[in-house]
């Protein structure tokens, strides 16, 4: 590994990073008045027929003594359904398939030359809603409720439940020393008239701790059903404010999409200034903000789709290890051969990206398979202009197409970002010495004249 990937790949790891863990698609209860807050998901869907394979990556804040999740499931799962995940292979779907920035270093313009990738492109983008709300009381009704099976896998107690009503579960709850969010009842209410059930899972601290973990581990359950859906309403029962939330899908046909909700593609392929390099993780957060509100705040975003082959680049260009047949087995994709003897398969890895609330999102995610195995990607694109000293009689007619691309940057930034013409002006005048003047005026006011000229 040379210098230059290495350096962007310690940079790329510390900023990927995590500083929390996810939620899941469920709620959260908590015992007693211990405040469990719940924010944002990662969830991962291998799905191959009425085969599902789910795995929820987890985010609490808190210090409760025991806590409980509660997520509808179309089954009554069995303990050989359940495993607890590597918390590490969620990430790595993430971290693979996250939008990304990559460079170009103009050639010297007097010989005639190609573009040049300066480094590996690196990538720097994490959502983070810092809103959280409280668990507080909710409304109680004397009803039945069965317990259909309860078993114990590693640190977690699971317990699977079914309900003739919403309130049954409100009663269970309460009957066991928690407290349920308000206006959770009246959601539960919709999963029973489906036919659903509840799981349950509660962390052994003490198994915990006798097992060395300080942190939740991803629950990761399979069934076979025909429903190809995500549970999001009563992720919102205990949130204050808009969720990120981000799904990954791994199929074998093609791209994923929600049947029930727009799906929208983010913009890709765009230059943009050179001064987005350092701030690139604030400049995705602006784009992706700016095109929830065009979309209404209703959208479903796609940021990645992918036909990936086990250890062969499937991006471009990648900002992590290539992805391995065991980490795509364990995530539900069986079908991808665990050896080197025989073809390894494909699998197509989708990543949709939402920000959602009640208002917006009243229904839960409904998706389908598509036939659409065309590989794309969010990118953005830097160019850095020739900074030489050789002169040539082509050198002027180069700076005039950087001075037309430096205009297309800028509007790009402010369409992308929804930045004023004033702000990108200063942020753009930084650079104002790349190049000598041209004619008269200075760069910017031939790239874009001030009002009135």
């Avoid at 599902?52 to 806590?67: H, R």
């Avoid at 693979?96 to 170009?104: A, D, F, G, K, N």
């Amino acid at each position: 590994m040379n210098r230059i990937h290495f350096l962007l790949t310690l940079l790329l790891a510390l900023l990927l990073a995590p500083s929390a863990a996810h939620a899941f698609c469920g709620f959260y209860v908590a015992q007693g008045d211990a405040k469990i807050y719940n924010q944002s998901s990662r969830v991962v869907i291998a799905r191959d027929g009425d085969r599902t394979v789910l795995t929820m990556a987890s985010d609490f804040q808190g210090d409760p003594k025991e806590f409980a999740v509660v997520i509808p499931v179309p089954v009554a799962l069995k303990k050989e359904q359940v495993h607890i995940a590597d918390p590490g292979i969620v990430d790595r779907l993430h971290d693979y398939s996250v939008p990304r920035l990559v460079e170009y270093k103009d050639p010297n313009p007097c010989p005639r030359g190609t573009m040049e990738v300066v480094g590996d492109p690196k990538t720097v983008i994490r959502m983070k809603d810092s809103s959280s709300r409280q668990i507080t009381r909710g409304g109680c009704a004397l009803s039945m409720i069965t317990i259909v099976d309860q078993y114990k896998v590693d640190e977690y107690n699971i317990l699977i439940l079914s309900a003739e009503e919403g309130r049954a579960l409100d009663l269970w709850l309460r009957q066991n020393g928690y407290r349920i969010p308000e206006g959770a009842a009246r959601v539960l209410e919709s999963y029973i008239k489906q036919g659903m059930y509840f799981f349950v899972a509660k962390v052994d601290l003490n198994e915990q701790k006798r097992l060395g973990f300080t942190f939740l581990r991803p629950i990761q359950v399979a069934y076979e059903s025909p429903k190809f859906m995500l549970p999001i309403r009563l992720g919102m029962v205990n949130a204050q404010g808009p969720q990120e939330m981000f799904v990954f899908t791994l199929t074998r046909a093609g791209r994923v999409e929600p049947i029930n909700y727009r799906n929208v593609r983010v913009p890709t392929g765009l230059d943009v200034p050179e001064f987005v390099k350092p701030e690139f993780p604030d400049f995705y957060r602006r784009l992706f903000t700016r095109q929830v509100e065009r979309e209404g705040k209703e959208a479903v975003f796609l940021e990645y789709c992918w036909n990936v082959v086990p250890n062969q680049p499937s991006c471009d260009p990648c900002t992590a290890p290539y992805l391995r047949a065991e980490e795509l087995r364990t995530l539900g994709a069986y079908w991808i051969s665990p050896t080197y003897d025989q073809p390894p398969g494909v699998v197509v890895l989708t990543r949709l990206h939402l920000r959602y609330d009640k208002e917006h999102f009243p229904e839960d995610l409904v998706f389908q398979e598509t036939a659409d195995r065309e590989n794309w990607q969010a990118r953005y694109v830097l160019h850095h202009p020739y900074s030489g000293t050789d002169e040539c009689p082509q050198l002027a007619a180069y700076h005039k197409t950087v001075w037309d691309r430096r205009k297309e940057e800028a509007k790009n930034y402010c369409d992308l970002t929804g930045a004023g013409v004033d702000e990108t002006r200063t942020r753009m005048g930084v650079a104002e010495n790349w190049s000598a003047p041209y004619e008269t005026a200075s760069w910017w006011e031939r790239i874009w004249p001030a009002p009135g000229r």
